[in-house]
């Protein structure tokens, strides 16, 4: 198995869908021209996160995966530059709507999908107001580049969310996230750091960045090592964040 490059594309997110899909893309090329294959984007990235109250009028931002704009546009974007995609949306399935990942592999195709299994419910994350909890179970997805397991933001403070994963034989995995600055990072950031120091895992997590009404997020997106090392860390701007890994290495510990 070779060398793959992973990029975290920290964007700002705006109150337009179609200026955060043109931006995402945007930064996604620029991830492709930097030789990145997996690449990686924020939770809910198509609006800003709108979770901060409860609103009925949002439920009508939900879609299905085959109505969905980003997951219809980032398909055509990854089969034109042979890049695997995770794109993450607010899904609709007739009467339930959950906070959904669909993986799209190098040639555009959608592998399938992952809906968030634990759902959080604070001052300014009101998720059980709009998500159904996921009924997919913890899934793992065989891209051109690797097995790539899938979990989303509050997923990863249980660990039997990454275990799962792994036991699966994952050997990356990606977890789009909506952090603020209010949140201990440093202690989120040990987590990450344990959980792939004991499952010898690979693990990326993309942040949100820039201030949405009350909330402010930190971005410090992450690539770690298997080992628990930090090989890329973004600041708290927006950034584009690309690190080399060498997913034999998940085998050779294991080993």
């Known amino acids: 198995m070779r060398n793959v490059t992973v990029a975290a594309v920290q964007m700002k997110c705006s109150k337009s869908v179609e200026k955060n899909i043109a931006h995402a893309e945007e930064l996604v090329r620029q991830a492709a021209a930097k030789g990145a294959e997996i690449v ?42 042979g ?52 009924d997919t179970g913890f899934k ?33 995995i990606i977890i789009p996230t909506a952090n603020t600055k209010a949140e201990p990072m440093e ?12 499952n010898q895992v690979f693990i990326a997590m993309c942040n949100r960045v820039g201030r949405e009404d009350a909330m402010d997020f930190s971005g410090e997106s992450l690539v770690i090592h298997p080992s628990g090392d930090i090989l890329a860390k973004a600041d708290d701007s927006e950034q584009l964040l690309t690190c080399e890994i060498n997913l034999q290495e998940t085998s050779q510990l294991r080993n």
């Not at 949002?58 to 398909?75: C, I, K, M, W």
């Not at 709507?97 to 959608?110: H, R």
Request: hydrophobic share 35%.
């Open 140 to 172: 793992v997805f065989d891209t051109e580049y690797g097995k790539v397991g899938v979990v989303i933001c509050y997923d990863r403070h249980l660990p039997e969310s990454i275990r799962t994963c792994v036991l699966k034989g994952a050997d990356l």
């Open 83 to 134: 890049i695997v995609i995770p794109v993450s949306f607010y899904e609709k399935e007739v009467n339930n709507t959950y906070n959904s990942i669909a993986v799209l592999d190098a040639d555009g195709k959608n592998l399938g999908i992952y809906r968030k299994t634990h759902i959080p419910d604070d001052h300014y994350y009101q998720e059980k107001f709009y998500f159904t909890p996921g």
């Open 187 to 198: 202690m989120f950031e040990w987590e990450m750091r344990v959980q792939a120091m004991q």
């Open 40 to 81: 990686l984007l924020p939770e809910l990235f198509e609006r800003p996160y709108f979770c901060q109250e409860r609103r009925y009028e949002y439920y009508e931002y939900a879609q299905t995966v085959e109505e969905n704009p980003a997951v219809r546009h980032f398909s055509r974007v990854a089969a034109e530059l």
